[in-house]
């Protein structure tokens, strides 16, 4: 089941302008991150943010998590043409046996950065 | 950054046949392995979690018999879906995850393996 739901679900920017998407969840977290696909590929990692913390940046990337009220958003500033993709929240719990986080992801905003 | 190698990328298969879809971590030890499925323009849904050595976790709804998973080393699992039907059609992604940080947190994900079942 989706631990994580985004919004908006698709958004059409202008290149220069900045791209904000948000994601709620419904149970505790060890941390959250924020992942990008492009059409048909696997996912890259773009930032991590603990539970105990409550911004975090990364170049042109702010994360900010708000556990109280179990959300988060990204935001992307200046975004160019190459930052057109699928942008997905994911909530991690530790696993105690093997190490490792279990990730569980949201439903995903389709970003598109027109030029 | 630690890299996931996934292969096939894609395979088109006839429905009653198996597909093996292999997952390699090549630059770190991965003691837990993820398994996704993705249908298009849908996000990822966790189909089951493998540790070294041990079964594979499997969420709610998923068939073990349909989707054999292998973990037989710390860099390698293997995911086959048996007798493969059009409705297994979809995409397949796989992710590592190490045992220490800095791969403790954060997946590394393979390229994902896109599979049409005729």
């Known amino acids: 089941s989706q631990q994580g739901e985004e919004d908006p679900q698709a958004l059409s920017i202008q290149e220069g302008e900045n791209a904000t998407m948000n994601c709620s969840y419904k149970?505790?977290?060890?941390?959250l991150q924020w992942y990008r696909q492009n059409s048909g590929r696997g996912l890259v990692h773009l930032i991590l943010?603990?539970?105990?913390?409550r911004e975090k940046h990364s170049g042109r990337l702010r994360v900010t998590l708000d556990t109280s009220k179990k959300s988060s958003s990204l935001l992307i500033t200046a975004s160019r043409a190459a930052d057109t993709a699928s942008y997905f929240c994911a909530t991690g719990v530790y696993i105690l046996t093997g190490g490792g986080n279990k990730l569980t992801f949201g439903t995903g905003t389709q970003l598109k950065v027109e030029l | 950054g630690a890299v996931v190698s996934q292969h096939p990328s894609w395979v088109i298969c006839k429905s009653g046949t198996s597909v093996k879809i292999e997952c390699r971590s090549l630059d770190f030890q991965a003691t837990t392995m993820f398994w996704y499925r993705q249908f298009p323009k849908q996000s990822l849904m966790l189909m089951a979690t493998s540790n070294e050595g041990s079964k594979a976790t499997y969420e709610q709804g998923v068939e073990k018999d349909k989707f054999l998973i292998n973990h037989a080393s710390l860099t390698l699992s293997t995911l086959t879906v048996t007798s493969a039907h059009p409705e297994d059609s979809s995409f397949y992604i796989c992710s590592a995850s190490g045992a220490r940080l800095p791969t403790n947190e954060k997946l590394f994900f393979g390229s994902g393996t896109q599979l049409s079942v005729l």
């Open positions: 943010i603990r539970s105990n913390e």
């Open positions: 149970t505790s977290i060890n941390n």
